[in-house]
């Protein structure tokens, strides 16, 4: 039951944008201008240089890179393991501590010059570092203090990357034979990744105009009724993950009861909002999809969402209508992308 409840958040999570109930056009909402909108123009990243191809490549042979432990003083590149805990104000801060914390050596964490300072350290050392924090830092036990981090390291491995050979590609591409082609694939995918960046972008700004223009007259009790429970559902899952009371979950979040009762009402209204918009443009626009055209974008759909398959998604969405709903309202995002104005200087 857990593992349905996780894969189920993880889906509301993914789908954020997408939290519906199922719904129709009616009276219930007034559109705005959707066709023609004027947006700022998106451009992604102007050009995939070589330099961004190399340093996508670098991280997946970082994937695959070999560690081996040694006894040696740590250096550049080495993967260190460390135990270590922070105070301030020469108290202990509760929850800044990690056991069994790996870092490499160039890598910045934490900050800068955490990493750094491990060059030299051996496995059992032990040494103190300073760090100061901003007064605007986000957790209040250490902003605008000088926190102290006592460390001790725990191990030292020498990591070891793979050659980028042509024996090397075809084992991590189905595609690419050489060094040569695998770099022409990195980069094709760093591009279709920026076209997607884009198209994505410009879905959400043309639909918050959108959104903006429109306005809902009345909202139908059931549909706030169900968008509600889906989002006390969401947090049920949580405490549910935790073995918690509900109540309790609430207040480990540092969530008071009439907090979580606004956000709840404020995240359905929102919600509705956008599922009878949706709704109403496509009856405008004519946008019918028939239970073949459903069954093609649910399998676009369930790889977006990262299920194994249509079944699966539809096992763990809250209903088929709602998985429906998601679909019909990319649908008519995209068709209001392409119909709407890109501009360099949009008011």
């Not at 705005?32 to 700022?40: A, D, H, M, P």
Request: glycine fraction near 6%.
């Amino acid at each position: 039951m857990k593992r349905k409840m996780i894969l189920r958040a993880a889906a509301l999570i993914l789908s954020a944008a997408f939290l519906a109930s199922p719904a129709s056009a009616d009276d219930n909402v007034k559109l705005g201008k959707y066709e023609g909108i004027r947006v700022q123009k998106v451009s992604g990243i102007p050009d995939i240089t070589d330099e961004a191809v190399d340093n996508n490549i670098q991280v997946i042979l970082n994937g695959f890179a070999q560690k081996k432990e040694v006894e040696r003083a740590a250096k550049e590149g080495d993967a260190v393991t460390i135990d270590y805990t922070v105070t301030a104000d020469d108290k202990p801060v509760d929850g800044a501590g990690m056991v069994g914390f790996e870092i490499v050596i160039g890598d910045t964490a934490l900050f800068s010059g955490f990493d750094t300072s491990l060059i030299g350290k051996k496995k059992g050392d032990t040494y103190t570092l300073e760090h100061e924090y901003s007064p605007s830092y986000g957790d209040a036990a250490l902003a605008g203090k000088t926190a102290v981090f006592n460390i001790e390291v725990k191990e030292v491995r020498e990591v070891t990357l793979p050659d980028l050979t042509d024996d090397f590609v075809q084992k991590v591409s189905t595609k690419s034979k050489t060094v040569d082609e695998y770099r022409e694939e990195v980069r094709e995918v760093l591009e279709g990744n920026n076209r997607d960046y884009v198209m994505n972008e410009l879905k959400n700004v043309v639909w918050q105009k959108v959104l903006e223009d429109a306005e809902v007259t009345e909202y139908p009790e059931d549909l706030l009724k169900q968008e509600k429970d889906s989002f006390y559902a969401y947090y049920q899952t949580g405490a549910d993950t935790y073995d918690m009371e509900f109540d309790e979950f609430l207040e480990k979040l540092q969530i008071s009861k009439e907090s979580f009762e606004q956000q709840a009402e404020a995240s359905a209204r929102s919600n509705v909002k956008e599922n009878l918009v949706a709704a109403a443009i496509a009856d405008e626009i004519g946008i019918k999809l028939t239970d073949k055209e459903y069954e093609e974008d649910f399998k676009a759909l369930s790889l977006e969402l990262g299920f194994d398959s249509v079944e699966a998604m539809k096992e763990e969405a809250p209903s088929e209508d709602y998985l429906r709903n998601m679909v019909l309202r990319t649908r008519v995002m995209e068709w209001l992308v392409d119909h709407c104005e890109q501009v360099e200087n949009a008011e």
